[in-house]
């Protein structure tokens, strides 16, 4: 069964940092790109950031673009998406989610930045 | 960027009922569309890939079709457990957007 589960969520202040990551079992990583998405409370979905199955080609969306870091590590079967800079609007339910059209997602982590 | 407008925002139905969710994009995407539902506290599920093939064990009240750029989730004979959220998805280009979403209730 595939599964894909997020966790690091939490809450941060603003202006600080966050990693989140989501581990992967019931497939192999290295064979599919990957995408982190997130869901703003209240708000539709937003696609934040892919990379590509050797880490080769890597996208953002413009709002986080020069804030956040996408990687991965295939031996460990492991998506991490580093946040810095984090702002208000950077508030959601992160999803992690395989290949380009998203076959399967996890069930999300929480990122609050508060003061 | 391409904007997916999906409509209705909500819907009210009841069992046994036969729903439309329409997405349309704002350029050719060819058929990289899905269709997903999401029901609270769940991870969101695939139910209709390449605009109109029935994701594995998706029931087959479930189906999808496309004319041109716009897709079209059709939900025939509405069983309980159907009741949540549907929101399509281009995958043709960066960056990937989403439908706004189509939450659907009982009547």
């Known amino acids: 069964e595939v599964q894909l589960v997020e966790s690091g969520g939490g809450l941060v202040k603003p202006g600080g940092s966050l990693r989140l990551s989501c581990e992967v079992s019931?497939?192999?990583?290295?064979?599919?790109?990957m995408n982190w998405v997130r869901q703003a409370p209240g708000k539709g979905l937003e696609w934040v950031s892919s990379?590509?199955?050797?880490?080769?080609?890597?996208y953002y969306a413009d709002s986080v673009k020069g804030r956040f870091t996408i990687s991965r590590d295939n031996a460990k079967n492991s998506l991490s998406l580093q946040m810095n800079s984090l702002s208000a609007e950077d508030t959601a339910l992160y999803y992690c989610?395989?290949?380009?059209?998203?076959?399967?997602w996890g069930q999300g982590t929480l990122v609050t930045v508060s003061s | 960027d391409i904007e997916m407008t999906q409509s209705p925002s909500s819907l009210s139905a009841s069992v046994g009922d036969t729903v439309t969710i329409t997405c349309r994009a704002s350029?050719?995407?060819?058929?990289?569309f899905g269709w997903f539902q999401h029901q609270p506290g769940k991870a969101p599920k695939r139910l209709i890939y390449?605009?109109?093939n029935l994701q594995s064990g998706v029931p087959s009240r479930f189906s999808g079709s496309t004319s041109g750029t716009e897709f079209t989730l059709t939900i025939s004979s509405l069983q309980p457990e159907d009741f949540a959220t549907y929101f399509c998805?281009?995958?043709?280009?960066?960056?990937?957007?989403f439908g706004q979403g189509t939450k659907l209730d009982i009547k």
């Open positions: 989610t395989r290949d380009g059209a998203s076959t399967h």
């Open positions: 019931g497939f192999t990583l290295r064979d599919y790109n």
């Open positions: 990379i590509s199955r050797s880490s080769t080609y890597i």
């Open positions: 350029q050719g995407i060819g058929n990289d």
């Open positions: 390449g605009a109109s």
């Open positions: 998805l281009q995958h043709h280009s960066y960056p990937y957007t």
